[in-house]
T-cell receptor
Framework: QKEVEQDPGPLSVPEGAIVSLNCTYS??????FMWYRQYSRKGPELLMY????GNKEDGRFTAQVDKSSKYISLFIRDSQPSDSATYLC????????????????FGSGTRLSIRP | DTGVSQDPRHKITKRGQNVTFRCDPI?????LYWYRQTLGQGPEFLTY????????KSRLLSDRFSAERPKGSFSTLEIQRTEQGDSAMYLC???????????FGPGTRLLVL
């Protein structure tokens, strides 16, 4: 079983729809949660960053973390064709010591397509 | 541009050849990471530098792979005797000591024929 599970999609929705993307995880040590957007043949771009449980909103994007259920979500309101990309959830336990790596564990990504 | 940069963006090589990639992190970032991403998968951690010290390596990093960060600024990743299974996108990321967020470069796409 992977540490982070993410439905690969593809997910296709009409322009203007609300999009819901989700991930589940198994490692209770994770406390930093991120969503990255990746366009084809490009590097991942950080969209949202959340520490511990709760909600965070940034424009049309809302990230939710439920640590009790080990479940995170990303909501996109008023979706646009330019939102078409692969969305990667990611998480880390943080760097416990100065010398330790804050390794990010990624989901496999969900391909999203917004139809005009 | 103050983001993470990587060079080259694309590399095609024949099996058995050596290749070297370069990463220039965001200038004030002390931490530098290398990841590998294959088609349809998320990036996987390879190795990590704190300044010039390589402090952690993944089991994915076989003895054909070596990474350096000689002056604590740019880093290089070398793959010796490339194999077709090495074909992937190699991503570099950097972060500062005080923040957990990692910023990724555009990646180097490697194809081994």
């Amino acid at each position: 079983q992977k540490e982070v599970e993410q439905d690969p999609g593809p997910l296709s929705v009409p322009e203007g729809a609300i999009v819901s993307l989700n991930c589940t995880y198994s490692n209770s040590a994770f406390q930093y949660f991120m969503w990255y957007r990746q366009y084809s043949r490009k590097g991942p771009e950080l969209l949202m960053y959340t520490y511990s449980s709760g909600n965070k909103e940034d424009g049309r994007f809302t990230a939710q973390v439920d640590k009790s259920s080990k479940y995170i979500s990303l909501f996109i309101r008023d979706s646009q064709p330019s939102d078409s990309a692969t969305y990667l959830c990611a998480m880390s336990a943080g760097a416990w010591e100065y010398s330790s790596a804050s390794k990010i564990i990624f989901g496999s990504g969900t391909r999203l397509s917004i139809r005009p | 541009d103050t983001g993470v940069s990587q060079d080259p963006r694309h590399k095609i090589t024949k099996r058995g050849q050596n290749v070297t990639f370069r990463c220039d992190p965001i200038s004030e970032h002390n931490r530098l990471y290398w990841y590998r991403q294959t088609l349809g998968q998320g990036p996987e951690f390879l190795t990590y530098f704190q300044n010039e010290a390589q402090l952690e390596k993944s089991r994915l990093l076989s003895d054909r792979f070596s990474a350096e960060r000689p002056k604590g600024s740019f880093s290089t990743l070398e793959i010796q005797r490339t194999e077709q299974g090495d074909s992937a996108m190699y991503l570099c990321a950097s972060s500062s000591d005080s923040k957990e967020t990692q910023y990724f470069g555009p990646g180097t796409r490697l194809l081994v024929l």
